[in-house]
């Protein structure tokens, strides 16, 4: 079986779901992904439970920590029992925090978020981010890897640059990943699956496209077959 490189956004409004799609895609993918509104109604019961209802799979856990070095530290070492593969920080707390983390969770790949994809490059400018998104992603993946990051998360319309700046040695995660013709819903930077990896994304995060159809575990065979086949060829 060859697992393709997604990551399952279980963004459900309450647990039993969140299970049922874990359940369902976990044949199919390499990673599911626990985000902040699955965790904060559920706590460490829905890590634990999503990792055995997907078969397993890696455990994606975006809780995108953000505050002093300290509490970071503390908040980091407060979801070390449940071992997740990943946990995200934002890059914009600087090196120092993402290195807190880094230390306080050894064995987790802590993954350093650049810019949301919601985001726009009126909305950097209006935060007084400096702009455009490219160039604010790189700058922000640069500062992470600094403090110790073995993963970044950008969009599609980055993932390229990122990868010029930061080598070959980081795992680079991108969430905003639309097959053609799908919704954007609260995206605004995006791009396809087989764009992405071929612009030297690791990790694809897909929620909607898998979690929103019909039958779930139909959209996540196919999705991962079309990008395994991209792979391949």
């Known amino acids: 079986m060859s697992l393709a490189p997604v990551a399952v956004a279980l963004d459900a409004p309450d647990l039993e779901t969140a299970l049922g799609w874990a359940a369902a895609a976990g044949p199919h993918v390499s990673t599911v992904k626990v985000g902040l509104e699955l965790y904060l109604r559920h706590g460490a019961d829905a890590v634990r439970q999503v990792r055995e209802a997907s078969g397993g799979r890696d455990v994606f856990l975006d809780l995108k920590l953000h505050d002093i ?36 969770l050894p064995h987790t790949t802590i993954v350093g978020v650049t810019v949301l994809t919601s985001m726009t490059d009126d909305d950097l400018a209006a935060i007084g981010m400096q702009g455009p998104s490219r160039d604010a992603a790189r700058r922000l993946a640069a500062v992470a890897v600094q403090g110790g990051a073995r993963a970044l998360v950008c969009s599609p319309r980055e993932v390229a640059d990122v990868r010029r700046e930061v080598g070959a040695g980081v795992t680079l995660i991108t969430p905003g990943v639309r097959p053609v013709g799908a919704d954007l819903g609260d995206q605004s930077r995006v791009g396809t699956p087989e764009q992405a990896l071929a612009d030297g994304a690791d990790l694809l995060v897909i929620g909607r496209p898998i979690t929103g159809a019909p039958d779930v575990a139909a959209a996540a065979e196919r999705i991962a077959a079309g990008i395994n086949r991209s792979r391949a060829s």
């Open 69 to 104: 070095p300290n509490t970071v530290a503390g908040a980091a070492r407060s979801v070390a029992e449940l071992a997740p593969d990943y946990l995200t920080v934002h890059a914009s707390g600087g090196a120092d925090m993402v290195r807190a983390a880094a230390e306080a």
